[in-house]
């Protein structure tokens, strides 16, 4: 398996560790991730918002970047995921749109035909590396840990836009849970927004709907959230202490990115996973690891 690999902007700053587990589990599983050089930020809503047919066009370079390498995207973001999925279509169902990008391209010796599929890595692990795969990786067993998956908003909706999973009633990340050894948590509020997109607009209603995510979680018996956006995980570890003042109670609910779970599961130490940058005490996780024979889990130390 080879893809061109986006990880987007906060996976590579404000969450790199996201960006460092990716390589890690990649590397156990034979993901051989190519880098695209000069990739820009997918806009993310806001560049669309003041100018949307560049944002389609920066976009369009990305895609091009790929497809020059004859490769489809892997990201690891909800957001790029969305962004990217939709101007893909955009450019592919608008032969008009496609023609006038493509003059913008040529200035940069690029053209875009319309080729590349992108990725999320949650769908790669599942439907490409596989569910059986990944089980025969398992180290570290993680029966007494109840996981809540957070696929938020953009993952998968809309459901005609990314053509993966059910928007209703999605099992993806519940199928990866039950395959690494945990005990997923059924819970509504994990196919809900963060509230990341109005923080900077409306914080109290943004940390009210945050709250509400994780409190939903922890009602169901959830000892860890695993997520799959950088941006998601700002609002939810990050921005966890102003969602405690927000709702008036304490959560202390640790969040992982999806690579960091896979990694622990495989015996990839939470010091390489870069978990002592999370914000929430990551150590309930820790102790809640039950090594296999002949494995050894470092302590988290956070």
């Given amino acids: ?29 034979g993901i051989e ?28 370079r990305t895609l091009a970047l790929a497809e020059r390498q004859h490769l489809d995207i892997l990201t690891v973001c909800s957001t790029c995921q969305f962004n990217l999925d939709r101007a893909n279509r955009e450019l592919t169902e608008d032969s008009k749109k496609l023609a006038e990008v493509n003059k913008m391209l040529a200035e940069v010796g690029l053209r875009y035909n319309g080729t590349v599929k992108i ?32 696929y938020g908003c953009q993952l998968i909706r809309p459901g005609t836009l990314h053509g993966y999973d059910d928007p209703d009633r999605p099992q993806y990340f519940e199928r990866l849970i039950e395959a690494l050894g945990g005990k997923p948590v059924d819970y509504d509020e994990r196919k809900k927004c963060c509230g990341f997109p109005i923080t900077f607009v409306n914080e109290d209603a ?8 994780m409190l939903a979680a922890k009602e169901k018996g959830a000892d860890v959230m695993a997520t799959s956006c950088p941006l998601c995980h700002i609002n939810l570890d990050m921005y966890q202490g102003k969602a405690e003042k927000a709702a ?10 999806l690579p960091q779970l896979v990694g622990l599961a495989m015996g ?4 390489r996973l870069r978990m002592k940058r999370h914000i929430v005490s990551t150590k309930s996780v820790a102790r809640a ?13 956070t």
Wanted: proline share 4%; aromatic share 6%; net charge negative.
């Fill in 1 to 29: 398996m080879k893809y061109a690999y986006f990880p987007g902007c906060v996976g590579q700053d404000s969450c790199n560790e996201l960006d460092a587990s990716t390589k890690l589990i990649s590397d156990e599983l």
């Fill in 33 to 60: 991730l190519v880098e695209l050089e000069d990739a820009t930020c997918c806009g993310a809503g806001f560049v669309q918002d003041v100018n949307y047919d560049l944002a389609l066009a920066l976009n369009a």
């Fill in 119 to 150: 990725k999320h890595l949650l769908w790669v692990l599942v439907d490409e590396v596989g569910l059986a795969e990944l089980q025969s990786r398992v180290k570290v067993d993680l029966s007494n840990l109840n996981v809540a998956s957070f």
């Fill in 206 to 213: 943004s940390m009210r709907m945050n709250a509400k995510n």
């Fill in 248 to 257: 008036g109670q304490r959560i202390e609910l640790p969040i992982l990115h």
């Fill in 268 to 271: 990839i130490s939470p010091e």
């Fill in 289 to 301: 690891l039950k090594p296999k024979e002949g494995t050894v889990v470092p302590a988290i130390g």
